[in-house]
């Protein structure tokens, strides 16, 4: 009896060894299924799909998984609209005001000026004698802007308005509220 354990102990010992140590060969799927997926770089060509690009456009209506879907569409009509709606989840805080100054001197000051009062570099350009700009950016210091909601100088600045560009793509949501908090309060 000694004998036969001894020798399934032997045999069993044998048969598992493993020398190829990269595979456990515990797979019931074959050599073709995502086992052994191959991976492509990604702007390496791609037989799979119709374009030969390993990497593809988003599907349409993608969102990703940090964002919220922005609610309005039209940037005149819906803007008072998303002044009543919109609350701005941050405080004027040292640093909620340090990071809107930051993002305003990025986005906006080449524009509005770093004071805030439409006097930005761009709006100095002239081009054969035209000025590339020829109507003035908003003075943001201004009472009026004061006056405006929080919601509807966010949409201005996720929309755009008039010849302003939206800037929804390029800012992250707490960005532009942050930016909201600095024009109405760190603007003098």
């Known amino acids: 009896m000694k004998r036969l354990i001894l020798l399934l102990l032997v045999v069993t010992g044998f048969t598992s060894c493993n020398h190829e140590q990269e595979k456990t060969y515990w797979d019931y799927m074959g050599d073709f299924d995502m086992y052994y997926s191959k991976a492509y770089e990604s702007y390496s060509p791609n037989k799979y799909f119709k374009d030969g690009k390993t990497l593809q456009k988003p599907v349409a209506g993608t969102v990703s998984r940090e964002s919220t879907p922005y609610p309005f569409k039209d940037k005149f009509a819906d ?110």
Not at 157 to 164: D, E, L, P, V
Request: charged share 25%; proline share 5%.
């Open 79 to 188: 803007k008072a609209k998303a002044g009543q709606l919109l609350k701005n989840p941050f405080q004027p805080t040292k640093e909620n005001l340090e990071r809107g100054k930051e993002k305003y001197n990025i986005y906006c000051a080449v524009c509005h000026g770093k004071s805030g009062k439409g006097d930005g570099h761009l709006t100095k350009l002239v081009k054969n004698g035209k000025k590339l700009y020829p109507a003035p950016p908003a003075d943001l210091t201004a009472g009026y802007i004061k006056a405006k909601p929080d919601g509807e100088i966010f949409h201005v600045i996720t929309m755009g308005s008039a010849i302003m560009g939206a800037h929804g793509s390029q800012i992250k949501s707490d960005d532009r509220w942050k930016i909201v908090l600095y024009v109405k309060n760190g603007l003098k």
